[in-house]
């Protein structure tokens, strides 16, 4: 047996042996170096093949550019633009030679010593491309402007291909002075420029010949992201990017020895003129395409692709709707307003967006006056507060997280708190003691009543019980933007940040039974050689139906008898809240019905836009609210929307009704009726006495029909003043007291 063991591993040993010595055959080092070589003649080959193939094409038409046009969502004509290139063509000699150098230097300085290809550069382009990765910096000058002038900007192998093919030939045919003069004379700078002459007066307002040696650095930093380094549109990231790029591009020139490190030192950033609207962008158009644009940049069409043309963009935007809202803000507003007259009319801006709450489709969009008068959109700028539409996200944070009020009643519609004016919350490290409108103390009140008189004191003391934490993060699932917006007691008057672009979808959301409604503004976009399907936004639920459809049902009662009757009509079931921030520096109304979610609201805008102001007296009307002309435009626009009026109701569910406690002692302050008001939200400066006494005395309005039948648990023992930071927030200071409140 021993020797047949022995027999069987020697045999064994033989065929590892033979098998070890087949492969150590098969891939011997000549072999490898053969194959090897073999692949690279092999490409070589095809390389040549490729280049007596692709021949030098004729432009194409990126330089002979045509016209994108958008429509509304029923196909009509919206606008065209693009009709005319803006581009004017220059000699090279034109341009001064350190401006010229600039351009080397920022995106090709060895341009003047290479072949037109960088190979390292276009192989990592390449990669980028077949992995999906999409466009790649690393071309030389030679092949943008091969680019840009004889290819398209599609992010394809082939294309990559063809580039480099070209630019090797131009390379031979041109001299590199010919090839920078159409590189700077082809390239987009953004502002609708296309060449450095549109693009010196675009930015500067000066001829290409004009242009010193920063501002020529600023518009070859440009050239990298034209629309996210554009000084007056970008972003602080844009704007330091920016910056690193111009200081870059002038390192560079001191290294080619182009400019002397002693000229460097004395030139300063060139920061560049505001944009001018484009002809033809009057009225809404240019707030409505200006939408469209930015949207399209998320769904990864940029302003380079945009601009070269032949587009066709359908907006979501019901021209019917689209028509009524801009009638509703002249009817409502303008046609009350002397601006050339009163100085506080001059002020009023006006800002509205309206959302299909099933689908997040922006079914119209008012952005101010006129585009060409005022560049900025009051539908989507997010500089000014929402104040006290954001009281319902407080409600539907406590209904979500099942809070519970400091004796640990379940928070619901019938839950009741004190109202009393300037009362310290209770359970908070941050001190704080909101005053509400005119000083007024409502006693043991429901959230129901507290909701339609927007009491501070009471929504205070819930985001307390919620934690700021929580309601900040409900807001956010439901829409809001991450804008100052602090986790304090005092953002439960809207002291954050936020557009009607925001608020509609985060109203939306709640009309939608807390299904998440992202609103958005592009159905499709069309070119002959690519369509863009637009990313459907998600749909998940942001919070419970029974959390959605209780604060829905909280703001009927606003609408019905509260700060919102003046939306009220039997033509349409409606919930809404008022909003008045503080100083009357805006004012809001965001409400729906079960078809329609609109937000609008004005905002005082003095100084050009870079200062807010009050818009007290607006119309001769004293204190503006969001009860006043907002609330006014919104129900002459849902009623022409609905065509007249809709027979559709709210459909809610497991609406709650929240815990009442047992009988307590009276409270030292007397209970009164709530009446029909706003407060404004605190400001930085803390008053203890309204600046301002409403118009308007409206009646008091009749209980809810779910409001309780016992009263309010015993009033919250008051807190002495305690020290603590001042952190700068409003009303969140010691003993402090919160300005009033919308």
Not at 76 to 105: C, M, S, W, Y
Not at 273 to 285: H, I, N, R, S
């Amino acid at each position: 047996m021993g020797r047949a063991d022995a027999r069987r591993a020697q045999a064994q040993e033989s065929r590892r042996a033979a098998k070890s010595g087949g492969i150590r055959r098969l891939f011997t080092w000549k072999k490898l170096l053969g194959t090897f070589f073999g692949i690279v003649l092999l490409g070589m080959g095809a390389f040549g093949a490729l280049y007596l193939y692709v021949d030098v094409p004729a432009a194409n038409a990126m330089a002979e550019r045509q016209s994108n046009v958008y429509k509304y969502s029923d196909g009509t004509v919206l606008a065209r633009t693009g009709k005319g290139v803006n581009r004017q063509i220059v000699d090279l000699d034109e341009v001064p030679k350190k401006v010229q150098h600039a351009f080397v230097a920022a995106e090709n300085k060895t341009f003047y010593k290479d072949q037109g290809v960088d190979l390292k550069g276009t192989t990592r382009a390449l990669l980028s491309t077949v992995s999906g990765k999409g466009k790649q910096g690393g071309s030389t000058i030679t092949q943008q402007y091969v680019k840009n002038y004889y290819l398209t900007q599609d992010p394809t192998v082939s294309r990559k291909l063809k580039e480099l093919v070209i630019s090797l030939k131009i390379d031979q045919q041109k001299s590199k002075d010919e090839i920078l003069a159409g590189y700077i004379n082809t390239a987009y700078y953004g502002r609708g420029a296309s060449g450095i002459q549109a693009a010196a007066q675009a930015y500067y307002g000066v001829d290409a010949k004009d242009l010193n040696v920063s501002q020529g650095a600023y518009l070859a930093s440009l050239l990298q992201a034209p629309s996210q380094y554009d000084w007056n549109s970008a972003t602080p990231t844009g704007k330091k990017l920016v910056k690193e790029r111009w200081a870059y591009t002038l390192r560079n020139m001191v290294e080619m020895d182009w400019l002397t490190e002693s000229e460097k030192a004395k030139l300063k950033f060139a920061y560049p003129q505001k944009p001018k609207p484009a002809a033809g962008m009057e009225g809404q158009t240019g707030y409505l395409v200006e939408a469209a644009n930015k949207e399209l940049e998320k769904q990864g069409v940029t302003e380079e692709d945009r601009e070269a043309g032949g587009w066709t963009f359908t907006l979501t935007v019901d021209k019917k709707r689209q028509q009524a809202l801009e009638k509703a803000v002249d009817d409502q507003l303008e046609s009350k307003l002397d601006r050339e007259g009163s100085k506080v009319d001059a002020t009023v801006q006006a800002g509205a967006t309206s959302v299909d709450p099933k689908t997040g489709k922006v079914v119209a969009l008012y952005g101010g006056e006129d585009y060409i008068k005022h560049y900025i959109s009051n539908a989507t700028r997010q500089d000014y507060q929402p104040a006290s539409t954001f009281k319902p996200l407080v409600l539907a944070s406590a209904l979500e997280n099942e809070s519970t009020t400091q004796d640990g009643s379940l928070i619901g519609l019938n839950t009741v708190y004190d109202g009393t004016s300037k009362r310290p919350v209770v359970g908070s490290d941050t001190p704080f003691s909101p005053q509400n409108e005119d000083d007024r103390s409502y006693g043991p009140i429901s959230v129901q009543k507290a909701m339609n008189s927007s009491v501070n004191s009471v929504f205070a003391q819930m985001i307390v019980d919620v934690t700021p934490s929580a309601a900040k993060q409900t807001a956010l699932d439901l829409g809001v933007p991450d804008k100052n917006f602090p986790e304090r007691p005092a953002v439960s008057l809207g002291t954050m940040n936020a557009s009607t672009w925001d608020m509609a979808g985060a109203y939306a959301t709640l009309d939608n039974h807390g299904r998440k409604v992202t609103p958005h503004i592009l159905q499709s976009a069309e070119h002959r050689d690519r369509t863009v399907n637009p990313e459907k936004p998600k749909r998940e639920q942001a919070i419970s139906r029974a959390s959605a459809d209780t604060v829905t049902k909280a703001l009927t009662g606003v609408v019905d008898a509260g700060s919102g009757s003046a939306a009220n009509t039997s033509a349409y079931d409606a919930a809404g809240k008022t909003g008045t921030s503080e100083d009357n520096k805006s004012a809001w109304f965001a409400g729906y019905t079960p078809e329609l979610t609109t937000v609008v609201a004005l905002f005082g805008e003095g100084d050009g836009g870079r200062k807010q102001v009050s818009l007290t007296g607006t119309a001769n009307s004293g204190r503006a609210n969001g009860g006043g002309f907002p609330a006014r435009i919104w129900a002459d626009y849902t009623l022409g929307a609905l065509g007249g009026g809709s027979g559709k109701t709210f459909d809610l569910q497991d609406v709650e009704r929240g815990e009442v406690p047992a009988p307590p002692t009276p409270s030292d302050t007397p209970s009164e009726e709530p009446t029909e008001s706003e407060e404004p939200t605190p400001s930085d400066t803390p008053s203890e006495t309204p600046s301002e006494t409403p118009s308007e005395s409206p009646s008091s309005s009749a209980p809810p029909t779910d409001s309780p039948t016992v009263s309010t648990p015993p009033t919250s023992p008051e807190l002495p003043p305690q020290p603590g930071e001042d952190d700068g927030q409003p009303g969140e200071r010691p003993g402090g007291n919160g300005l009033l409140g919308e």
